[in-house]
């Protein structure tokens, strides 16, 4: 079966760094799109990151939503088939359950990211931002 299982989340205080990961398993990953969305408490899930990843399985456009675009990088490690969020100066409005997402079509990832554009999902992993 295809699966995602995110991991990493924890409290972290404003202004720190945090790095989220996302195992991969089940399917390749090649041809795709892989995402990061959040959904802060009492919001809608809301895309925050995604990543091409080509043929060959390489990493290549990468997208951001603006809130996000100074201050958070996603990439993957195709050896590892794992999918990351890089996160710094952690703001208090980052708070949220952090999902990755994919799906076999590159043409899902877009500048605007819809939940409904993602066939595949992790359960989430909690990040708590203090202020």
């Known amino acids: 079966q295809v699966q995602l299982a995110e991991s990493g989340g924890t409290r972290v205080p404003v202004g720190g760094s945090l790095k989220l990961s996302c195992a991969l398993s089940?399917?390749?990953?090649?041809?795709?799109?892989l995402a990061w969305f959040r959904q802060p408490p009492g919001r809608e899930r809301e895309g925050v990151a995604a990543?091409?990843?080509?043929?060959?399985?390489?990493?290549?456009?990468?997208y951001y939503s603006s809130s996000v675009k100074d201050r958070f990088t996603i990439s993957q490690d195709n050896d590892k088939n794992t999918l990351y969020l890089q996160i710094h100066d952690l703001k208090f409005e980052d708070t949220a359950m952090y999902y990755c997402a994919a799906r076999h079509s590159r043409s899902s990832c877009s500048p605007v990211l819809r939940r409904t554009d993602f066939t595949t999902w992790g359960r989430g992993t909690q990040v708590d931002v203090s202020p």
């Open positions: 990543l091409v990843t080509g043929e060959d399985g390489d990493a290549g456009s990468a």
């Open positions: 089940g399917s390749t990953f090649s041809g795709s799109c």
